[in-house]
């Protein structure tokens, strides 16, 4: 006679789950308190608690964030930006760890250590001189003057994509090589189709952090027109207080296109290279 399986909670998975609980809630706790307040009125936002439903539902100040904060020239620079310095970084940042990955070279070792070694550097100690090469570089109050700081391949891609190389046999190199591909060819059309998964895996871990840069933005932009969805959220905080509901519904606003990236693309993150030889 089979023995049935044993049902019932353990220790363990109690505190597994519990964890995993208070995790969720913790994520998801203050998305809904954003998506509650954005509904209210400015009063009554300041007079009941963060999670007291409102009263009824004020869509006013999701027109009020999208018109007066001209959300929609904030999302047409974001978007620009966004498109051009994660094509550019996930190209320059590939391109670089199949060089490194693939071929021997003197000073290869420290080159690497040197990535390493920039990554350790404060960002804020070298402002100044950056700021200096960007407006000797004429793109100061530019579109191009965040992009340019965009394109710089952080460490963390290149080990990500070497990882992923490791897992590309070298005999498809060899074999495209020998039927007269150049290296160049080779890494369009074998190598960067392999790299599906870490490029879709930088692509949010990166591109979130493009999407809601504010400092580059706020710093080398200042003109008016060139306003992305950071500082056009900041231009509701003045110096005669804050409207917090208009502010929170655009919040929400700004949360929704990364939210539908992140959901449509998460599937991709796990998953491995796939084999290509035959």
């Not at 519990?18 to 998506?35: N, S």
């Not at 929609?72 to 970084?89: C, E, H």
């Not at 952080?154 to 074999?175: A, G, K, T």
């Not at 056009?232 to 409207?243: D, I, M, R, S, V």
Request: aromatic residues 14%; charged residues 10%; glycine residues 8%.
């Amino acid at each position: 006679m089979k023995k049935g399986r044993k049902s019932g909670w353990t220790i363990g998975s109690f505190f597994k789950y519990t964890i995993l609980l208070v995790g969720a809630i913790a994520a998801v706790l203050p998305l809904l308190v954003v998506l509650i307040g954005s509904f209210k009125s400015n009063e009554e936002f300041l007079t009941t608690g963060v999670l007291a439903l409102p009263q009824q539902l004020d869509f006013s100040n999701y027109v009020t964030a999208f018109v007066n904060g001209q959300m929609l020239t904030g999302f047409k620079n974001t978007f620009f930006i966004f498109i051009v310095s994660m094509v550019g970084k996930l190209t320059l940042g590939s391109m670089f760890a199949y060089v490194m990955n693939r071929f021997e070279f003197r000073y290869k070792k420290l080159i690497l250590t040197l990535f390493m070694t920039a990554m350790l550097i404060p960002g804020i100690t070298s402002q100044v001189a950056t700021f200096q090469i960007i407006e000797s570089m004429g793109l100061f109050n530019t579109i191009w003057s965040v992009i340019v700081l965009n394109l710089g391949t952080d460490v963390i891609s290149i080990y990500i994509f070497m990882q992923y190389l490791d897992e590309i046999p070298v005999s498809l190199d060899e074999s495209a090589y020998l039927d007269g591909a150049s290296h160049f060819q080779i890494f369009w059309k074998i190598i960067l189709p392999n790299l599906k998964a870490p490029i879709v895996t930088m692509l949010i871990i990166s591109g979130v952090g493009v999407y809601n840069d504010f400092y580059n933005p706020f710093l080398y932009m200042p003109a008016r027109e060139l306003k992305v969805i950071s500082t056009a959220l900041f231009a509701f905080k003045g110096p005669y207080g804050t409207n917090w509901p208009v502010i929170l519904a655009g919040v929400m606003i700004v949360i929704v296109p990364i939210l539908i990236l992140f959901v449509s693309l998460q599937k991709y993150i796990y998953n491995g290279v796939a084999g290509s030889v035959k």
